[in-house]
Each structure stands twice: as structure tokens, then as C-alpha cells.
């Protein structure tokens, strides 16, 4: 039986299609990372981005999660840099900083450096989720990959930005060099994610962490259609596609319109108003404040229990999920119970 048949009846998989479920499925985006002791010993000299090309190390760390928390589905451990490094663009990860581009991407020049992705340049991928499907049987793999705009907004700033001073030039200044960057980005992205299903991913998340920093108007004119190309290269598969930002809620109706079977919704937007804004027809997934996660267990039960009524109010399939990643001094407990605690609320 194929990973993807295998975990065709589990409670995620079944929640992302609006079926019934025996409780509300849970998993953490950065369920896998610095919160978890175990993981900061396996790290331990290892480089970010050395790690994520070592499949044993990706197969152990993608797992830890799964093993200690009992989350409803694992998200393949990587990082939405590594299409880029894998195709050449020298680029980094710094602790506490994040991506930085060497030479960052600014002219119509820069774009010969973006050569489309061949799964050969990312076999340590298709090793490492075909060990984690081995592994895990019934409980479905995450795979992901960053939307072009997240991606276009590393590479043309250099690293983190605030701002996106230089992205919005680009955008504004040189739409027709803009189209062609993100377009090259889509194609990268959606071989990425054609890497990670083929190898037995049950379900795809794009994450466009940064989309947020767009009016809808533009978002549709310069984000949406390199974005909706991304979600039509994974259509053919059938598994679930997720779509994720940060202050998207201006935004939902459009990132459901991309392409998703599930709409990512960070704390700033609760499930029932975000269903209106997405629409029939999609799932939600999310929403809770992963700052609450340092409150005490009772504020955090009634935080976690509000989001269950909203999606009950909502009255579409729902993921539990944070808003957005876990914060790396998130007391791991407190993870642990949050899962039990919307498993027990959930029931049937
Ligand atoms: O558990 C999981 O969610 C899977 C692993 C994962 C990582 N990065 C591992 C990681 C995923 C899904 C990502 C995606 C990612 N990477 C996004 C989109 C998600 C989001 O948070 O919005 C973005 C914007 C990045 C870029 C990036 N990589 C940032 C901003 C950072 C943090 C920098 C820092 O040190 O604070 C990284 C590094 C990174 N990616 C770490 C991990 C576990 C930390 C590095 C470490 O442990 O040494």
C-alpha cells in the first residue's frame, strides 16, 4: 500500500478534506526544532543547513515531535532555503538571524542564477521522507515548501527584512523582471514539492510567511498567480495543500482562490470570521497564539478551547494548529498537554 493510501482514513488527512473525524487533529509548524531538548543534542555542530541534507539526522529530527508530543501528523524537517541552496545560490542560515543571500537578486543579470530544480539536486529528500513514510505508517507526512514571494523577498533583500524595501521596488519599479523572478521561484517551489509527494508526503504546505506585507490589489496582481501555479503542479496528486501566512487576514479569500484545500489562519482572525472571508468548500487550519503557550495550563485550555468553538462555529473541517511557528523557548510540556487537552475536547 502507498504512504498516501495508508494514511488516506487518518484524522488530518480526513479533517483537511472536511470529513468527519474521532477528534480534531493537531500538529505544530516548528514542532521540530529548538523547543525540544532532543533535538538541540542532535544538532549539536551541526549546521543548520548541513542538517537538513543528512537524511538519518532529518528522519530523526522530523520524528522527535511525533514520538514526544503524539501530534496528529509530522512536517518534514527542512527549511524553505533549501531549493535555493540545492541549486547553487550561496546562501546561509545564522542562528537567531536566518536566510542570508550572498549576493542578493536584483537584476534581470541575477535571474540567470535561478536554474529550474531537478530532483537530483535534493535526493537526500526523496531518501529521507521514503525512511520517515517507512516509519511513520498511518500518521501522514507534512511536505512544504516557501511561496514564491517569501522566497523572492530572501534572495532580493539578502536576508530578513521588516520593510521589503528592495522586493517592493523590484515589484513596482520592474513588474515585467518581478513576474519573470517569481515565476522561476514557482517553478522551483513546485518541483520541490513534486519531490516530497513522489516520495510519499501525504500533504503539501506552502508557506508564504511574509505575504502579509501586501494589499490584497497587489498580493492578486503580484503574488497570487506565481503562487496558484505552485498549487495547480501539485493539483494532479489529490493530497491535501495547505496555504500559510502571517497577517493574512485581509488576504484569506485570495490564498483560498490560489489554490489550497486548506487555508492557514494566524491568531489575528478567529476561524468563524476566516470562514467567511475563505469561503465554502476549504478547511481551516490553526489558530492559536503560540505566545499563550507561556500562560498557565488553565489560561492556555480556555485560549485552546475558544479556538475549538470557532471552528465549531465555523462549520468547516479544522486542523488545530498555532497561529504561527512555535517560539524556541516554549516550555515542551505545555505542547504536549495542548495536544491532549484538543484531543480529549474533540472526542466523539
Ligand atoms: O518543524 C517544522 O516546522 C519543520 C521545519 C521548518 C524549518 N523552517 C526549520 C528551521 C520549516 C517548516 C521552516 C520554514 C521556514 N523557514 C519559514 C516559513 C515558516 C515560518 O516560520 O513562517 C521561514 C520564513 C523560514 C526561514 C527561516 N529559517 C527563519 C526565519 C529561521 C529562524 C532563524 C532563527 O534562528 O531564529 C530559519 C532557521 C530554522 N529553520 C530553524 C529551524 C528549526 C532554526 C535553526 C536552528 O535550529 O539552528
Not at 251 to 279: F, I, Y
Not at 330 to 337: I, M
Amino acid at each position: 500500500m502507498s504512504a498516501h493510501q495508508q494514511t488516506a482514513a487518518s484524522p488530518f488527512i480526513r479533517a483537511c478534506r472536511g470529513e468527519s473525524v474521532p477528534h480534531t487533529p493537531v500538529w505544530f509548524m516548528r514542532q521540530a526544532g529548538r523547543s525540544l531538548p532532543e533535538y538541540l543534542k542532535v544538532r549539536e555542530g551541526v549546521p543548520m543547513l548541513e542538517s537538513c541534507m543528512r537524511p538519518e539526522l532529518v528522519t530523526e529530527i522530523t520524528l522527535q515531535p511525533v514520538r514526544r508530543h503524539g501530534v496528529d501528523a509530522a512536517v518534514y524537517f527542512s527549511d524553505i532555503v533549501v531549493p535555493l541552496k540545492a541549486i547553487g545560490i550561496d546562501l546561509d542560515i545564522k542562528p537567531g538571524v536566518g536566510p542570508v543571500v550572498a549576493d542578493p537578486v536584483r537584476t534581470r543579470a541575477d535571474l540567470a542564477r535561478l536554474r529550474p530544480l531537478e530532483p537530483d539536486d535534493v535526493s537526500y529528500v526523496t531518501e529521507a521522507v521514503g525512511m520517515l513514510t517507512a516509519e511513520l505508517g498511518a500518521t501522514p507526512l507534512i511536505g512544504f515548501t516557501g511561496a514564491p514571494f517569501t522566497l523572492a523577498s530572501y534572495l532580493i533583500e539578502g536576508g530578513p527584512s521588516r520593510t521589503y524595501e528592495h522586493t517592493k521596488a523590484m515589484m513596482y519599479g520592474e513588474p515585467e523582471l518581478w513576474a519573470d523572478l517569481v515565476d522561476r521561484l514557482a517553478d522551483i517551489a513546485a518541483a520541490f514539492l513534486t519531490v516530497q509527494i513522489e516520495a510519499g508526503a501525504s500533504a503539501v504546505q506552502v508557506f508564504d510567511s511574509w505575504a502579509g506585507a501586501l494589499a490584497p490589489a497587489d498580493y492578486r496582481r503580484y503574488a497570487m498567480p506565481a503562487s496558484a501555479k505552485v498549487f495547480d503542479a501539485a493539483a494532479g496528486y489529490g493530497v491535501p495543500r495547505i496555504h500559510f501566512g502571517v497577517g493574512t487576514g485581509e488576504l484569506l479569500g485570495l490564498m483560498g482562490e490560489a489554490g489550497a484545500d486548506v487555508v492557514g489562519v494566524d491568531w489575528r482572525v478567529p476561524l468563524d470570521e476566516a470562514a467567511r472571508r475563505v469561503g465554502p468548500g476549504k478547511a481551516l487550519q490553526g489558530n492559536l497564539d503560540p505566545a499563550v503557550l507561556f500562560a498557565p495550563t488553565a489560561a492556555v485550555e480556555t485560549k485552546a478551547q475558544e479556538v475549538l468553538d470557532a471552528a465549531a462555529a465555523a462549520g468547516t473541517g479544522h486542523v488545530f494548529n498555532l497561529g504561527h511557528g512555535v517560539m524556541p523557548n516554549t516550555p515542551p510540556d505545555a505542547l504536549t498537554r495542548l495536544v491532549d487537552f484538543v484531543h480529549r475536547a474533540t472526542a466523539v
